[in-house]
Structure formats: C-alpha cells, structure tokens
C-alpha cells in the first residue's frame, strides 16, 4: 500500500472517477480498483470515505468473496 497521506490525496480525484464507474451499477471494491487500476487497499479507504460522507452505500449481502456491491447514493456530481 502507499503512503497514506498519498491515497488521500488523491481521493477526490478518485471520488469522482468511482462515481463515474457506480453509474453504470453497483460495483465491489476489487472491481473498483481493478477498473481504476488502483490496489485494493487504495480503493477500500477512498470508498469508505465515500460511505462516510453519504455518496455510496453497500447493496443486499456479500458475494461469495465476501465483498458487498456499492451503488451511489447521491447522483448529483460533486
């Protein structure tokens, strides 16, 4: 993982490329990262702050991973 200070740096650039992608449809963190070809551990503390904040929530139950599908909340651009 990078520095901490680094992945929230770039967390409102990544916010608004996540909300890009969850307009298509809910999406799973590794499908997040992948698509934004970011590691997972990136993409986990961008979309908690996302959750946080009210932009995105978790859908229905776990896949069988044991990852939970995140749709947006908001569909206004920040």
Same mark, same amino acid.
């Given at each position: 993982?990078?520095?901490?200070?680094?992945?929230?740096?770039?967390?409102?650039?990544?916010? /608004?490329?996540?909300?890009?992608?969850?307009? /298509?449809?809910?999406?799973?963190?590794?499908?997040?990262?992948?698509?934004?070809?970011?590691?997972?551990?990136?993409?986990?503390?961008?979309?908690?702050?996302?959750?946080?904040?009210?932009?995105?929530?978790?859908?229905?139950?776990?896949?069988?991973?044991?990852?939970?599908?995140?749709?947006?909340?908001?569909?206004?651009?920040?």
């Amino acid at each position: 993982m990078r520095n901490l200070r680094t992945v929230m740096r770039d967390e409102m650039v990544k916010r /608004d490329e996540i909300l890009r992608l969850l307009q /298509d449809g809910p999406k799973t963190v590794p499908e997040i990262a992948r698509a934004l070809n970011a590691p997972t551990a990136d993409a986990v503390l961008w979309m908690m702050a996302m959750r946080r904040y009210g932009w995105i929530a978790e859908t229905g139950r776990p896949n069988t991973e044991g990852y939970f599908a995140y749709a947006l909340i908001k569909k206004d651009q920040p």
